[in-house]
C-alpha cells in the first residue's frame, strides 16, 4: 500500500476524494444565502462579482445565472478546468492565489463557505483581506462567510466515519494551536490516504483586528444564511460585509 500524506488545502482540494466526501453539501441553501446577499447588498443589474476560492465553480454558474458578470477564480488548477466547460461571455474563470489582488476590480469580492484562514504563514490572512480591498470598485462590498468559531468548538463532533461512493471516511476533529483540525483516512483503490483541513478558528475580533490593519471597514455582520443578526453562542454562521 502506498501512503498519501500532504499538508492540506493545495493538494487534498485537487483530489477527486474532497469532491467526493463533500458532495452533499446543501446547493439550495446556498443558493438561498446568494439571493439574500444579492439583493440586500442592492448590486446594480448585470455587476460584477469575483467568486474567491470559487472551487468548481457551482457557485458562481448560480450567480451567473441570476443575472451577474461572475468571474471565479481558486488555487486548484483540477477545479478550474472543470469549471471552464462553463464559462460564458460573463462567466469567467482563472487559476488564482487569493493572497494576491487579482487584475481587475469589481462590484462586489465573495469569499464563501469557510474559504478562509488555511494559511500556513499568518501575514497571508490580512494579505487575502487587502488583496480583497484592492479588487473592489468604489462603491464594491465585500463578504467574507466563515464558521463561527465558538459555535462549532462547542459542538465539535471528535470522530465519526462516512461511506460515500462505496469509500469510507474515518473523520477526526479536535482544536489545535488555534487552529480546528480534521484529519481523513480512507482506502480507495487499494491505496491507503491521509488528509488533514486546518482552519484558523478566527474569532469576530479576529477579524475586526484584520479589517483595521487592512484598512477596511466592517458594516454588518449575520450569523446565518437567512441574514439574521450574529449570536457568538448560537449563531451556524459568520457573514461579514465591508468595505
Given amino acids: 500500500m502506498i501512503e498519501h500524506t500532504t499538508k492540506w488545502f493545495v493538494s487534498w482540494f485537487d483530489t477527486s476524494f474532497y469532491h467526493i466526501l463533500y458532495k452533499d453539501r446543501d446547493?439550495?441553501?446556498?443558493?438561498?444565502?446568494?439571493?439574500?446577499?444579492?439583493?440586500?447588498?442592492?448590486?446594480?443589474?448585470?455587476?460584477?462579482?469575483?467568486?474567491?476560492?470559487?472551487?468548481?465553480?457551482?457557485?458562481?454558474?448560480?450567480l451567473n445565472g441570476i443575472g451577474f458578470d461572475v468571474t471565479g477564480v481558486d488555487l486548484s488548477e483540477n477545479s478550474i478546468a472543470f469549471a471552464k466547460q462553463f464559462e460564458?461571455?460573463?462567466?469567467?474563470?482563472?487559476?488564482?492565489?487569493?493572497?494576491?489582488?487579482?487584475?481587475?476590480q469589481f462590484d462586489a469580492v465573495f469569499n464563501l463557505f469557510t474559504s478562509f484562514g488555511y494559511f500556513d504563514d499568518e501575514a497571508d490572512n490580512l494579505n487575502t483581506i487587502k488583496a480583497i480591498k484592492s479588487n473592489l470598485n468604489e462603491t464594491?462590498?465585500?463578504?467574507?462567510?466563515?464558521?463561527n468559531t465558538e459555535q462549532v468548538i462547542a459542538n465539535l463532533v471528535s470522530e465519526n466515519t462516512k461511506t460515500i461512493d462505496g469509500i469510507t471516511f474515518h473523520l477526526k476533529r479536535f482544536v489545535k494551536d488555534g487552529y480546528i483540525v480534521k484529519t481523513i483516512h480512507f482506502e480507495a483503490d487499494g491505496e491507503t490516504y491521509n488528509f488533514e483541513e486546518r482552519v484558523r478558528a478566527f474569532t469576530l475580533s479576529d477579524f475586526e483586528a484584520l479589517f483595521e490593519a487592512a484598512g477596511v471597514h466592517l458594516l454588518d455582520v449575520f450569523g446565518n444564511y437567512a441574514l439574521d443578526r450574529y449570536?457568538?453562542?448560537?449563531?451556524?454562521?459568520?457573514?461579514?460585509?465591508?468595505?
Avoid: W
Wanted: with cysteine; proline share 3%.
Fill in 27 to 62: 446547493d439550495t441553501e446556498a443558493q438561498v444565502f446568494m439571493d439574500n446577499l444579492s439583493q440586500y447588498l442592492n448590486l446594480p443589474e448585470e455587476g460584477t462579482i469575483l467568486d474567491l476560492a470559487c472551487g468548481k465553480g457551482r457557485h458562481s454558474r448560480y
Fill in 88 to 104: 460564458n461571455e460573463r462567466l469567467q474563470f482563472d487559476v488564482h492565489d487569493m493572497c494576491k489582488p487579482y487584475k481587475k
Fill in 140 to 147: 464594491g462590498f465585500a463578504v467574507i462567510d466563515f464558521m
Fill in 231 to 243: 449570536d457568538a453562542k448560537t449563531s451556524e454562521r459568520l457573514v461579514m460585509i465591508f468595505k
